[in-house]
């Protein structure tokens, strides 16, 4: 059976919530009862893989400790005027980390997808024009096989662009256009209403 350890700052942390703390997350947003009606085992297993994924973005400020396995709790960061803290998570990053455990419950190869074959994901020339020298550029996504504009980005927000819109500031993006390191802090962030009757439901798959 999984085992989840959401000691703040421990050496064997394995997920920034518990399940009791991810089902009351879950209660507060739309469609929150299909999560909490999955069994245990499966919720457990999807927070731990949600949060292996989420481990993968680059996020302000500085671990707190270097013992620490987990990426959080950070020092030393802000966003929209909350300051992170050794002594908790931010409410958006746990949120964010159901929000991904949710989406993996239902498809748990939803971010490893199927093998698009030998070729790296990365930047190929299109198309070539010789007069006047007019070269076109496009990216290829190992992962789906198919072409993308977001092969730059972890394939965390790759397969769940909408999760950079609710982490907001809190994590660093790379512009594939420029190279340079952007900070998300002007970012509109779609509503996480409680549960009630609003236009999208966050814990089904997202209609991006």
Same mark, same amino acid.
């Given at each position: 059976?999984?085992? +989840?350890?959401?000691?703040?700052?421990?050496?064997?942390? $394995?997920?920034?919530?518990? +399940?009791?703390?991810?089902?009351?997350?879950?209660?507060?947003?739309?469609?929150?009862?299909? /999560?909490?009606?999955?069994?245990?085992?499966?919720?457990?297993?999807? +927070?731990?893989?949600?949060?292996?994924?989420?481990?993968?973005?680059?996020?302000?400020?500085?671990?707190?400790?270097?013992?620490?396995?987990?990426? /959080?709790?950070?020092?030393?960061?802000?966003?929209? %005027?909350?300051?992170?803290?050794?002594?908790?998570?931010?409410?958006?990053?746990?949120?964010?980390?159901?929000?991904?455990?949710?989406?993996?419950?239902?498809?748990? $190869?939803?971010?490893?997808?199927?093998?698009? %074959?030998?070729?790296?994901?990365?930047?190929?020339?299109?198309?070539?024009?010789?007069?006047?020298?007019?070269?076109?550029?496009?990216?290829?996504?190992? $992962?789906? %096989?198919?072409?993308?504009? $977001?092969?730059?980005?972890?394939? &965390? &927000?790759?397969?769940?662009? /909408?999760?950079?819109?609710?982490?907001?500031?809190?994590?660093?993006?790379?512009?594939?256009?420029?190279?340079?390191?952007?900070?998300?802090?002007?970012?509109?962030?779609?509503?996480?209403?409680?549960?009630?009757?609003?236009?999208?439901?966050?814990?089904?798959?997202?209609?991006?």
């Amino acid at each position: 059976m999984a085992t +989840l350890d959401a000691t703040l700052g421990g050496a064997t942390s $394995n997920t920034y919530v518990d +399940l009791a703390e991810a089902d009351a997350i879950a209660a507060n947003l739309y469609g929150g009862e299909l /999560w909490i009606a999955r069994p245990i085992e499966e919720r457990s297993i999807s +927070l731990l893989q949600s949060t292996m994924w989420m481990e993968t973005l680059d996020y302000v400020g500085l671990r707190c400790t270097a013992t620490q396995r987990l990426k /959080w709790p950070r020092s030393g960061g802000t966003c929209d %005027g909350v300051s992170a803290v050794c002594t908790g998570i931010p409410y958006k990053v746990k949120e964010a980390e159901v929000l991904v455990a949710f989406q993996l419950a239902i498809d748990p $190869n939803a971010i490893l997808g199927e093998s698009g %074959g030998n070729a790296p994901s990365g930047t190929f020339t299109k198309r070539q024009k010789l007069g006047d020298l007019e070269i076109e550029y496009a990216q290829f996504n190992a $992962n789906t %096989g198919t072409s993308c504009d $977001n092969c730059d980005e972890p394939p &965390l &927000l790759q397969e769940y662009p /909408w999760l950079a819109a609710i982490l907001g500031c809190w994590i660093y993006v790379i512009s594939g256009d420029s190279g340079r390191i952007l900070t998300r802090d002007c970012c509109p962030e779609p509503a996480l209403s409680p549960t009630g009757v609003i236009s999208e439901n966050y814990m089904s798959t997202p209609p991006y």
